[in-house]
């Protein structure tokens, strides 16, 4: 059974894939790959290769979506399935970069906690009844994973390649996913996906933000079993 590789997001951790690997661990093996120790996206994607097995297949949302597509570009044949869920594939205009910069600096002095209350989080997830307890659980990621991860992984996204020409020669079975209501990766960046990997599946996850893994498992859960043929 080929290996599942997975790659969480920002500020996150294992505990972001917490009901898929409850419903796959019993029939794949799985690889969480942090992304957590490098400053650059290329760093990133060296160290999941040089610790992953030989071929798997590969899921990443978020920054670990535009992790999963550096590693795609280096090493496309290491990758026998590809699953991108809310994410970009392009590089981080201009605006963006610059808001980094107070975020970093006030998470360097201590304010970590209030950056991922009041700027981030509460603009990732849909309204739903299960919004307070993702929310708790992705401070209790943050919070574990500290201000020098924030800083890291901050630059690492500043500084990201613009991968539009790599998921051209994409020719693996390829899910592109997103929860309905994510505006931090909208529908536009998504439909670009489907189009630039020719035979992807587009999936949209109702009563979701940016977190459908957390959001809504058993619809995430689904269309994984599907794109790695467990059904």
Not at 129 to 138: A, I, T
Request: glycine fraction near 6%; proline fraction near 8%; include cysteine.
């Amino acid at each position: 059974m080929t290996p599942l590789v997975l790659l969480p997001g920002m500020m996150c951790d294992a505990r972001l894939y917490g009901p898929q690997i409850a419903a796959f661990s019993g029939r794949l093996p799985i690889h969480l790959a942090p992304i957590t120790e490098h400053g650059t996206v290329e760093l990133l994607a060296a160290d999941v290769l040089e610790q992953a097995p030989p071929r798997f297949a590969l899921a990443g949302l978020s920054m670990g979506g535009i992790v999963a597509m550096e590693i795609l570009r280096r090493s496309p044949h290491r990758v026998e399935r590809l699953a991108l869920l809310d994410t970009n594939p392009r590089a981080e205009i201009e605006a963006v970069k610059q808001n980094r910069e107070p975020q970093i600096a006030k998470v360097q002095a201590g304010g970590l906690k209030e950056i991922m209350r009041d700027e981030l989080k509460p603009n990732y997830l849909a309204d739903s009844p299960r919004r307070q307890d993702v929310l708790d659980l992705c401070m209790d990621m943050a919070l574990d994973l500290g201000p020098d991860v924030f800083e890291r992984q901050s630059r690492a996204l500043q500084s990201r390649p613009d991968q539009q020409e790599t998921l051209k020669s994409v020719a693996v079975p390829t899910l592109i996913l997103m929860g309905e209501e994510d505006r931090l990766c909208p529908r536009d960046r998504h439909d670009l996906m489907h189009e630039l990997i020719s035979g992807s599946t587009l999936e949209i996850v109702e009563s979701a933000g940016h977190l459908p893994t957390l959001e809504q498992p058993d619809a995430v859960n689904s269309a994984l079993m599907t794109w790695l043929d467990l059904t």
